[in-house]
């Protein structure tokens, strides 16, 4: 039954996905531009780098012509969205709203076409997914340096990159099982699930810990003498070194007196000689 789904879907309805994911990011891409106030070949750069630099980086990669490069749809479906975003501010929350679930909805598409043409190549697991992940979020990462910014999936926004995963991983399994149809349509639904949850959950990865160690003085000196290691110089402990001190100090008091009468003699008055 499932292998009759599978080639029941219309290999088209994915490039629709596709080219709507494309579209979208060369929004993003034109609204970033904006808010940096670039130029007009800013916003055409930022698009197209939105848009088709994951699967550019992916192809690459994998030694292969850029299928952005060989469709002209790509192209100029990039351009249509630095367009729109040149022409509009696309800052009202309905047209946000449109574009983040474009946005979503194409995650999954981007995820699995990247693990899948990686699996067709006769290429391992891993490697299909770490394509997976560089199709879905390298364009954005692109995107995000080229306009000095640190990228968003490096972490402190809503999960990216995670749900991207999560879509590449189930393409895998579907793949694996022949299922590439069916595996595309249900790793769709994944990233757009797994995003949307993050996203109204507001649900972002846990940054490192900070292990902070905090030992005085005392307690150091303890637990180096502890593990027999002595302070001071020469490898001598330096409540060893404080009797030498004090008989220092000793010697200089001693030769006070002397210091004294050698600085008032300069002041006895010289008896004239005869």
């Known amino acids: 039954m499932f292998h009759e789904i599978d080639a029941a879907l219309p290999a088209e309805l994915f490039r ?63 351009l249509a969205g630095a367009l729109v975003a040149f022409l509009w501010r696309m800052d009202s929350r309905p047209t946000r709203g449109f574009v983040w679930l474009a946005d979503s909805l194409v995650l999954g598409t981007w995820a699995a076409t990247g693990a899948a043409k990686t699996l067709g190549l006769g290429f391992g697991i891993l490697p299909a997914l770490l394509m997976g992940l560089v199709t879905a979020v390298g364009g954005g990462m692109i995107r995000d340096v080229a306009s000095g910014l640190v990228p968003t999936v490096f972490g402190g926004n809503n999960l990216y990159a995670t749900p991207a995963a999560v879509s590449a991983s189930a393409m895998i399994v579907m793949y694996q099982l022949g299922l ?95």
């Open 16 to 78: 629709v996905f596709d080219l709507t994911g494309v579209f979208c990011n060369g929004i993003i891409g034109g609204r970033l531009a904006r808010s940096k106030r670039f130029d007009a070949v800013g916003f055409v750069v930022l698009a197209i780098m939105s848009a088709m630099g994951g699967g550019i980086m992916r192809d690459v990669m994998l030694i292969q012509v850029p299928i952005a490069l060989t469709d002209p749809y790509y192209i100029g479906t990039a």
């Open 180 to 274: 590439p149809n069916l595996g595309m349509l249900v790793a769709i639904v994944f990233g757009l699930g797994f995003a949307g949850l993050a996203s109204w959950r507001r649900w972002v990865l846990p940054a490192a810990p900070e292990w902070q160690v905090t030992m005085t003085y005392t307690q150091m000196r303890r637990l180096l003498k502890f593990h027999g290691i002595k302070l001071g110089r020469g490898g001598t402990n330096p409540d060893s070194a404080g009797p030498d001190l004090d008989s220092a100090g000793s010697d200089l008091d001693s030769a006070g007196p002397d210091l004294d009468s050698a600085g008032s003699a300069p002041d006895t008055p010289n008896t004239p000689t005869c």
